[in-house]
Every structure is written in C-alpha cells, then in structure tokens.
C-alpha cells in the first residue's frame, strides 16, 4: 500500500461533524419506546464488541444515565477504560434507542461523516494518546473532559473515500481479531495447564501417599498433615506504594524509577517501560523495594487481582505505586509465598474478598492480610519449587511466545486503523 493524496481531505474538528441534538424521528422514538437497551461499563468492548442482553424499561433509565441511539459512536471516558479503548458504533438497539453508565461521551455523526469511519478515529492512536494526556482529575478517577473530544482535529476524506476506508477496516480488523482470539485460547489453556500444576502442588503437595487433613479453608480442601496454614500477615508485611497526583513542592522532588500494574505480570516482570514519579527525597526509603519483595497488585480488570511476581531488585532505587502490594516477607520464603499466589486457590480467594465496581475489582490490603497460606516445612518448599521450575518450563515458554504473538497483533492492529484514518495508506475498495 502507498500513501494517499490528501488533496481532497478537510481539516475539521469532531464538533464540526457530530451533533448534540436529537433529530424528530429520534425525539418521537425517545416519547414512545416503551424498552430500551441498557449499557453498563463491562457490556463494552475493547475492539467496538457490545453486549444487548440488558433491556430495561425506558422510564426506569431514562433519568441519570447516558442516552444514544442507532448509530451513534460511545467512547468511554474514563481511566482505564479509556487507555483500553473501550467504545463501539452503536448498533441493533431495542427500538434503536439505549441507556449506560454515565462514563460515556457520546458522538452523534452528521452527514458528514460515516459513523464506522467516526468510530475509527476514536480508537486510533492520536485520539486515544492525546486523550490520555489530557485527562483531568484525581488519580483512579481521571476522565477524557468533553472539550477534548469535541475539539479534537482531524482529517475529513469525502464520505466515499470514508466508505472504503471504513468497508477495509472492517474487513482486516476481523481477520487480525480471528488471529487474536485463537492465539488467546492457546494462551489460556497453557496458563490453565500451568495453574492447575502449580495449584496441586501447593495444595496436596508431591508425595500422594502422604496423609491428608482438612485445611478447615473452603479453596484449600485437604492438605498433607505436617503442613500449616498461616494467614499472611503472620507471614509478611503487606506494603502499600506511592500514589501518583499528589501536590508536591516541584523544588524538593527528586524523580525515581517505580512499577505500576503494567510491570507487574502473572509470573513475571515486565520492565520494558519503566515510568518514573516525582517523589520528595525523604519518602524514598519508605517506598522502596527491596530485592526478594513479592510484588502484587491491587486490581484493575478481573486478571490483573492479586497477580504477582518476585522483585528481582534489577533497578535500585525503585519505587513501586499504591495500585502495587511489595509483600516482604519474614517466616516464608518468597518464591514459595509468589508461587502460593498464582494458584487457583488463592485467585478465588483474592475474586472473594475484592470490591467490585463499574470498571475495576480491588482488593485492600486489609483484606490481602487475610489470605490463608499453605506453609510446608522449607526443604519440602524448596523441593517443590525446583520441581514447578522444571516442570513449567516448556509451559512458560510457549505462554511468552504466545502473549508477544498476541502484543503484535494488538499493535498491527492498532497501527493499521490510525495508518488508514490519517491518510497514509493507498485503499482501494473491497470487491465482493
């Protein structure tokens, strides 16, 4: 594909293509519907999926929520579902009409533009980075303000070229998602595979003529007799790190390396984008890691509770945010304690205890305290985990491969709408 002349395309902004108003035939349908579809945060996708099982009736909605109609375009606005692209084109509503969260803005094309093109430049790359950057608010609460939005620049091709653009989109987009979904079931099973190793080791332990006891917790089932159960705050400290949007003297900071969720992966580290915080230099010692700290976080979307892994110190000084848990431990080894977390027992512990809301699950450290260890003699840890090690190997190496597979995707995905949305890619229209 070569670039494409921009002789034809317009500069507008959103604002010049959308409208706030309802049309007559919207406001007439608006008075009579008697059901409407209703869209809480989690009935939206990242890729523009929509879940319609919800219909309520219209006057139970109609007031203190976010209205749109057939053919509209809904961005989420607020962190994170805003960095996750969270948003569709609105299509088979109940009689064309439906109600959400109030965490949506809503982007009424006009015949200016084609609404699958609209919907496209909402999730390419210079919406949604722009759109980050601009956000306001507190930290956990920041928010995409309307002014961005409907101020944001673009270019406008004549609404065939829209067509086209949109019809290729649409079309390669499926292919890359059928892509995506099948590599993502390989990775689920090898990561099931992989727990269920995990989890029957640090439940039953490897020895199956050991007798066996009742733990007297419902995840854990039978243990081998000679094991404890211990609750982790006998076992470590449970650390809460630094928060980010705090109001400080920008004299006396100094700014230091610290991990946030993203970093913090099921198993292992991912330290290929270490962001830095501006921190007063007396707080450094306070929230720093220590190498041998099991790094857990907090929450965020339903995979990311309780993930965790084991500070390999590899950055000093490094600071970790409050969404992150550094769990130090003191009776237990850590990699038997990360191990520990990464069962099924413990992931139905940590669903259990979170607080749940619109667009994040949560668990308080108050409540991570609580979480019931299996605590065999040290020898028989460190046989166990030299085992897992062993054994997983193979498993961790296909789950990588599979999840960088995966992260390409994602970007050529990514790449390609906002390629073909700002003009530099030649389209020429699908033929069927």
């Given amino acids: 594909m070569t670039s494409v002349s921009l002789s034809d395309w317009v500069e507008v902004r959103l604002r010049d293509v959308t409208d706030k108003a309802l049309n007559p ?18 009935a939206i996708g990242e890729k523009g999926e929509l879940d319609l099982s919800l219909v309520r009736e219209r006057d139970s909605v109609s007031t203190g929520y976010t209205l749109f109609f057939e053919g509209d375009v809904i961005v989420a606005k ?32 006009n015949s200016n533009i084609e609404a699958r093109f609209l919907y496209y430049i909402t999730v390419s790359y210079p919406f949604r980075k722009l759109g980050e950057a601009n956000m306001t608010g507190a930290a956990g609460q920041k928010r995409v303000p309307d002014e961005f939005v409907r101020n944001f620049s673009i270019l406008l091709p004549p609404l065939s070229e829209q067509r086209t653009i949109a019809d290729y989109l649409d079309h390669a987009t499926a292919k890359i998602d059928t892509l995506i979904a099948a590599k993502q079931r390989l ?3 090898l990561a099931e595979k992989r727990r269920a190793l995990i989890t029957h080791a640090v439940t039953r332990g490897l020895d199956a003529t050991v007798p066996l006891r009742d733990s007297g917790v419902e995840w854990l089932g039978e243990i081998p007799r000679h094991w404890e159960v211990v609750s982790l705050k006998m076992l470590a400290d449970v650390r809460t790190g630094v928060a980010k949007g705090r109001t400080l003297d920008s004299n006396f900071t100094v700014s230091v390396p610290y991990l946030r969720v993203a970093n913090v992966q099921d198993g292992y580290l991912d330290l290929s984008d270490v962001a830095e915080i501006e921190v007063l230099p007396h707080e450094i010692p306070s929230f720093s890691l220590q190498k041998g700290d099991v790094l857990m976080n ?4 339903a995979d990311k509770l309780g993930r965790g892994t084991v500070w390999d110190g590899s950055i000093e000084p490094c ?9 130090r431990c003191f009776r237990v080894d850590p990699r038997w304690l990360s191990t520990v977390t990464d069962s099924n027992y413990a992931k139905a512990f940590f669903e259990s205890r979170a607080k749940q809301s619109t667009n994040l699950a949560s668990i308080s450290a108050t409540n991570l305290k609580e979480l019931p260890v299996p605590v065999p003699p040290q020898e028989e840890q460190w046989f166990m985990m030299h085992h897992l090690e062993k054994s997983s190997k193979t498993l961790d190496r296909l789950i990588q491969i599979s999840q960088g597979t995966i992260k390409l995707l994602h970007e050529r995905r990514a790449a390609l709408i906002s390629a073909a949305v700002t003009g530099k890619l030649q389209i020429e229209p699908i033929c069927n």
Avoid: S, W, Y
């Fill in 25 to 42: 035939d919207q406001q007439v349908a608006l008075e009579t519907a008697e059901h409407v579809n209703f869209l809480p945060m989690e």
């Fill in 78 to 109: 607020i962190t994170p579902c805003f960095e996750n692209g969270k948003g569709a084109m609105i299509h088979g509503l109940v009689n064309g009409i439906g109600f959400g969260t109030t965490e949506l803005h809503v982007l009424r094309p």
């Fill in 187 to 189: 990775l689920d099973l």
């Fill in 298 to 301: 907090e929450g965020g979307d």
């Fill in 319 to 327: 600071l970790h945010q409050n969404h992150v848990f550094a769990v």
